[in-house]
């Protein structure tokens, strides 16, 4: 039934899944100090969302990491803020406004970037937005706010700079997703399609750049709650989650900075995150429904007056 080929093509298989799986549980233990690490300060970055939280402290990040950075944010002044930040330190920083809903738009910056700052090494797509509405509540012109900002828009980047990354074989692209992208939340129908979607978008990218035997890395990011304008938006809308923990923006940032260094696909922070993958694999539906209600977040929509 089966020739020797495929028998030994199983066996190559099954110990390269067993090398991976061993692999991955050292990275895990072992310090990121001690880990290889490649170098990133001959790229340029663009970082979209630049101006505020994540995006601020991920560009300042990487800009201290000797990157040139590129910074996109509709919010002209708090983009042009991020970038006064990293001339301070004798960084380069450019900034362009745009609206990440715009396709058009995007196509038309990412030309203009191309031509004016040069190739990009490393995108990070972190502009996003958050409703904070039951479905029948939220306005269907909201609704689709979100998808193109949190989502259609790390399509039309990819679209835009990855082919000057597989010219040249190097590159690594990020998606912003969220713990909402792993497990869905009451009061945030919206967001949770648009996380949901960019995992299975940066995880199909990954099988693709596999496929074609690309150097090109990914790394899909979820983190819980980070103190930013969102999060005070949040917790301004949902009562329940006023002492929930908060990570700073500069740990995330570093933490997404080491992942990008050390090649890490996935990153979810805190570290109990992971869990949500688990625990959803293995309990039964109800059993994880009663398990995410209990343990508050969940309920966004209940919580709002
Ligand atoms: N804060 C959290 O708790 C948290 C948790 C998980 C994931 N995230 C994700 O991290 C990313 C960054 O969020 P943050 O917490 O730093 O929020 P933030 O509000 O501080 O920053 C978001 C940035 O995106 C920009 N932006 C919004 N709409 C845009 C548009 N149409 N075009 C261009 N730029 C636009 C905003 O101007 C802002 O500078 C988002 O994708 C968010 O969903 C945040």
Redesign the pocket.
């Known amino acids: 039934m089966f020739n020797l080929e495929t028998i030994l093509e199983m066996i190559k298989t099954m110990v390269m899944v067993f090398y991976f799986i061993v692999s991955s549980m050292v990275k895990a233990v072992l310090p990121v100090s001690w880990q290889y690490k490649k170098d990133i300060s001959k790229d340029t970055a663009l970082v ?9 402290a991920l560009a300042i990040s990487l800009a201290k990491h000797g990157c040139k950075v590129v910074l ?4 002209e002044e ?1 983009n042009e803020a991020t970038a006064s930040e990293i001339k301070r330190f004798g960084g380069h920083a450019h900034t362009y406004t ?4 715009k396709r058009e738009d995007i196509y038309k910056v990412a030309d203009q970037v191309l031509s004016e700052v040069g190739v990009i090494g490393v995108l990070i797509n ?5 409703n904070i509405k039951s479905i029948l509540q939220c306005p269907d012109a909201h609704i689709e706010k979100c998808m193109q ?2 989502t259609m828009a790390h399509f039309w980047t990819t679209k835009a700079f990855l082919p000057a990354m597989i010219e040249r074989d190097h590159g690594h692209i990020v998606s ?5 992208g792993l497990a869905g939340m009451a009061g945030l129908t919206d ?1 949770c399609a648009s ?1 949901f979607a960019v995992v299975g978008l940066l995880e199909a990218l990954t099988m693709e750049l596999i496929a074609e035997k690309r150097s090109i890395r990914t790394t899909t990011v979820c ?4 103190d ?4 005070n938006q ?1 917790k301004s809308l949902v009562e329940t989650s006023e002492d929930m923990p ?1 990570m700073k ?1 500069d740990y995330v940032a570093q933490r997404i900075v080491d992942a990008i260094r050390t090649n890490q696909e996935l990153l979810c922070l805190p570290r109990s995150c992971y869990s949500l993958i688990v625990l959803k694999a293995l309990l039964p539906t109800r059993a994880m429904q009663m398990l995410l209600t209990t343990t508050g977040g969940v309920n966004a929509m209940t919580d709002k007056d």
Do not use: L
Request: aromatic fraction near 6%; include cysteine; charged fraction near 10%.
């Open positions: 979209t969302g630049a101006g505020s939280g994540i995006g601020r996109w944010d509709i919010n708090g745009i609206d990440m809903s972190c502009a996003g937005i958050v900002v949190n912003m997703a969220s713990s909402a967001y996380k983190p819980m709650a980070v930013t304008p969102m999060m949040f908060t923006p």
